[in-house]
């Protein structure tokens, strides 16, 4: 997750200039002088033989994370009001779109408060494990090995969260969502879980109140966006099915046990 | 039972054979090699061991030694030993470089001057983790392994967010650049690991000046990143809550753990013999 897959840009770096410092071989000395050419021709030759090859198959499954993090504050500011109380939001929920190149795209995050982006989930994902960290430290019970517990329970509420989606998805017979899309709609859930922690920390019976609360804020988010995924993606003849309304409303009723499993820290 | 290990009085001479110096001429008929199995018509008249054989009868003619020991290292083919630059050059650590660098830190006012980073290095931030080690060792907790590890992934978040932001325009950010960087604006946190060993432990003092902290570590790292990479300016605050992230990690580290020995193989044999000890909960 933290490593740069699909098309990281610029990968082949240029080499540095020497910095023509005290010390002349400060740059080129055999400590770091084999690692960075080495480095770089191991770099440069896999996207040599393998660029295109690499490029064809992976845009088939991921699209370009660029897109996901064209970002401002602006935008974060009002997407973190819209996951965490998505009942205030009175615009619409469809996603803008462009054409490009005579292809339907949509627009970048910066551009349209629909788009998913990919930095909040990642933020909230990291702020997520420093709360459990405080939570185990005012228990008593901090230690490194527990972070690492944490960090993985996340990663599998992630990974839970986007088989929900994708399972809806398949169900439905829509399966040209990208899967990044999914991952970041994935990843808003870290949101409103760490708010819920907040509020734990400062007075703990909060938690019983805020935790159902972000649960419902979450379900009606993720069923008002996938709605409208859904929307575009099926056939006309399938739409406003029963199924698709039983589908929604087992993903939204999923989000409960999830947030009280993930949000169960120290226990 | 202690056996007596007669030692032949060692001698360097420039005319102990080695790999790098040729044998000077008239030193004797071919004068064996140090360190090889001694031959018994050579024996001196103390008992050589095995493995220790310095050939001193060979080199006893001469008593001006210079002060070398030339032994079988095989570094650089045929210099001699005192043309070969200092260690910590060839080992790329440049100690003038890595204190002022330090230096532009530690100033939390005056801005970091980030010509200086340009060029990165990976001894200083590595000097600044084992000092951080260190403090915790005194503090009673082993987390040597873990800060290192926890820092590599640490740079590597924060390198994929900010390439991932800067959107390719990145300058001359690389991931070296990136640890080298996450590790010199460590040093707060190293004077923080300093001072919370005398703080009371988990006390709200304690927190407030881990926060200070780790809002100093956040500045100076937002800062440099920014101007390193030459695009980061507008996306400064959103880089600035990823660098805040990882540095409340660290401080994490040190605010919690206060069992003694916590973490190691030591717990569990403390946890099964009841022996007293002092808990500084």
Redesign the interface.
């Known amino acids: 997750m933290?490593?740069?897959y699909g098309n990281?840009?610029?990968m082949r770096?240029p080499p540095?200039n020497p910095?023509p410092?005290?010390?002349g071989?400060?740059?080129n000395?055999?400590?770091?002088g084999l690692i960075?050419t080495g480095l770089e021709a191991y770099g440069g030759r896999f996207l040599d033989s393998s660029s295109e090859f690499m490029q064809s198959n992976i845009n088939r499954y991921f699209s370009n994370?660029?897109y996901?993090?064209?970002?401002?504050?602006q935008y974060?500011r009002n997407k973190l009001k819209i996951i965490l109380f998505p009942f205030f939001h009175r615009g619409h929920w469809t996603r803008i779109s462009e054409p490009v190149g005579g292809r339907l795209s949509y627009k970048p995050p910066i551009y349209d408060i629909n788009a998913p982006d990919?930095?909040i989930p990642?933020?909230a994902f990291?702020?997520f494990?420093?709360l459990a960290?405080?939570t185990?430290?005012f228990m008593?019970k901090?230690?490194?090995?527990a972070?690492n517990l944490h960090f993985t329970r996340a990663l599998i509420g992630w990974a839970l969260q986007l088989v929900i989606l994708k399972g809806l998805l398949y169900s439905m017979g829509g399966g040209e969502v990208p899967l990044l899309d999914l991952v970041a709609y994935g990843g808003y859930l870290f949101a409103g879980l760490s708010l819920a922690v907040v509020a734990r920390l400062i007075w703990a019976y909060s938690y019983y109140i805020v935790m159902p609360w972000m649960s419902l804020c979450m379900g009606v988010f993720l069923v008002r966006t996938m709605k409208r995924v859904l929307f575009t993606e099926m056939r006309s003849s399938e739409r406003h099915s029963s199924r698709q309304h039983y589908f929604l409303l087992f993903m939204a009723i999923a989000q409960f046990p999830l947030f009280f499993w993930l949000g169960s820290i120290g226990a | 039972m202690a056996k007596e290990f007669p030692v032949p009085p060692v001698v360097f001479t420039p005319s102990t054979p080695t790999h790098r110096r040729p044998p000077p001429p008239g030193a004797g008929a071919s004068p064996p090699p140090a360190f090889a199995p001694p031959r018994p018509s050579t024996s001196s008249a103390a008992n050589p061991l095995p493995f220790m054989s310095f050939d001193v009868n060979a080199a006893a003619a001469s008593s001006s030694a210079p002060p070398l020991y030339a032994g079988p290292i095989g570094v650089g083919s045929g210099t001699s030993f005192e043309d070969e630059p200092p260690l910590l050059e060839e080992l790329g650590i440049n100690t003038r470089q890595i204190w002022r660098k330090t230096i532009s830190i530690l100033h939390p006012l005056r801005s970091a001057d980030p010509s200086l980073h340009a060029d990165a290095d990976l001894s200083g931030p590595f000097l600044f983790l084992l000092s951080f080690g260190l403090f915790q060792l005194l503090a009673g907790k082993f987390h040597f392994g873990i800060v290192l590890g926890w820092v590599t992934v640490a740079s590597l978040f924060l390198y994929f967010v900010f390439s991932m932001l800067s959107g390719g325009r990145r300058g001359d950010l690389d991931l070296y650049r990136c640890v080298s960087l996450v590790g010199y604006c460590m040093l707060p946190m190293v004077i923080f690991s300093a001072v919370s060993l005398f703080l009371p432990r988990g006390g709200g003092l304690m927190f407030g000046v881990g926060m200070g902290f780790v809002l100093w570590s956040t500045r100076v790292c937002t800062r440099l990143l920014a101007e390193l990479a030459s695009s980061g300016d507008e996306h400064r605050g959103l880089i600035a809550y990823a660098c805040w992230l990882v540095y409340m990690l660290f401080s994490l580290l040190l605010r919690a753990g206060s069992r003694r020995w916590a973490g190691t193989p030591f717990d569990t044999f403390q946890q099964n013999t009841p022996i007293p000890r002092c808990n500084h909960d």
């Open positions: 933290y490593d740069g990281p840009p610029g770096m540095p910095h410092g005290q010390f071989n400060a740059f000395g055999p400590s770091s960075r994370p660029q996901y993090f064209h970002v401002n504050d974060v990919l930095y990642f933020m990291g702020s494990i420093i960290g405080f185990l430290g008593g901090f230690t490194p090995e972070i």
